[in-house]
Nanobody
Framework: QVQLVESGGGLVQAGGSLRLSCAAS????????MGWYRQAPGKQRELVAV???????NYADSVKGRFTISRDNAKRRVYLQMNSLKPEDTAVYYC?????????WGQGTQVTVSS
């Protein structure tokens, strides 16, 4: 069974940094696309960043230049380095993967940015 487990969330002051990690139960090379989404209270879940099997990346406009998605195939992990954090980045962050046409989600990790 495919499992994605996030870690690395927490409380940080505005301007600070956090690094989220997503650990997959199997080889992440099996995933066509992996990415990070977030959901703030009262808002819809939104795309933050994605990375393909060929390491092509794409970012939401709101995080371009501040966040970096990367993957370590040997460690079966996908990372989200978040710099220059803003209070509006506060949300639950979810790891997501697409495998053979099916969507898989982690349980989420809370990121809170104080002003």
């Amino acid at each position: 069974q495919v499992q994605l487990v996030e870690s690395g969330g927490g409380l940080v002051q505005a301007g600070g940094s956090l690094r989220l990690s997503c650990a997959a139960s199997g080889s992440i090379l099996s995933f066509n696309v992996m990415g990070w989404y977030r959901q703030a209270p009262g808002k819809q879940r939104e795309l933050v960043a994605v990375i393909t099997r060929d390491a092509i990346t794409n970012y939401a406009d709101s995080v371009k230049g501040r966040f970096t998605i990367s993957r370590d195939n040997a460690k079966r992990r996908v990372y989200l380095q978040m710099n220059s954090l803003k209070p509006e980045d506060t949300a639950v962050y979810y790891c997501h993967g697409v495998l053979v046409g099916s969507d898989y989600w982690g349980q989420g990790t809370q990121v809170t940015v104080s002003s």
